[in-house]
């Protein structure tokens, strides 16, 4: 047990009951345990196998290559659709937990497995994303836009792809793209 995780449990008001449940679930698979991002996380070999958080309304097992799970139990839930490797497992008090701590056991063991092989994720290319049309007009009539959005990281171009797609308004598109034109235009990134 790492202390790290113990005062983040002692300080932890939501979920604690269940955090607790799943911690000795996922120690009992003999994983080290760390605190990454602010939550308990579970390694093999010093790769991430799975973290715990919670939320609102749920506190969930997050496995890192859930993507590449089998999910007989057909409990893993993908976040949103633009999350591509991992999966989630729900939960909402701990007679749940408790209730499917086989089912539990036998996921974490084969996230282990996953990563023991060293299977891989295979990643979208942002050239398969979607641009939204109100960035795709800008870059089709300014040349250096065009070329400064293609200078950035992929990953910075997918972050303004999909915040610039977000907005149901087309009004709304459009706003944030003629906000964004100057980051851009500097080579930052959304959040830079």
Request: charged fraction near 30%; proline fraction near 3%; charge should be positive.
């Amino acid at each position: 047990m790492n202390t790290k995780v113990n005062g983040f449990l002692e300080k932890t008001k939501n979920w604690r009951d269940e955090f607790e449940a799943l911690r000795r679930i996922i120690l009992d698979c003999n994983l080290e345990e760390e605190l990454k991002w602010g939550f308990p996380c579970y390694t093999f070999s010093g790769k991430n196998i799975v973290l715990i958080h919670g939320f609102k309304d749920y506190c969930a097992m997050l496995f890192f290559k859930g993507a590449l799970l089998k999910d007989p139990q057909g409990i893993l839930i993908q976040q949103t659709e633009n999350v591509q490797a991992a999966r989630q497992i729900r939960f909402t008090n701990s007679k749940e937990i408790e209730k499917m701590k086989p089912f539990l056991k036998a996921y974490v063991s084969e996230a282990v497995e996953v990563e023991k092989a060293g299977l891989k994720i295979s990643f979208k290319k942002t050239t398969e994303y979607k641009v939204p049309a109100e960035l795709q007009d800008r870059l089709d009539n300014s040349k250096n836009l065009k070329n400064a959005f293609e200078k950035l990281t992929p990953g910075r171009q997918r972050a303004y792809i999909h915040f610039f797609s977000q907005p149901k308004q087309q009004k709304t598109r459009e706003a944030r793209v003629e906000k964004y034109i100057h980051s851009i235009m500097q080579g930052k990134g959304l959040n830079d």
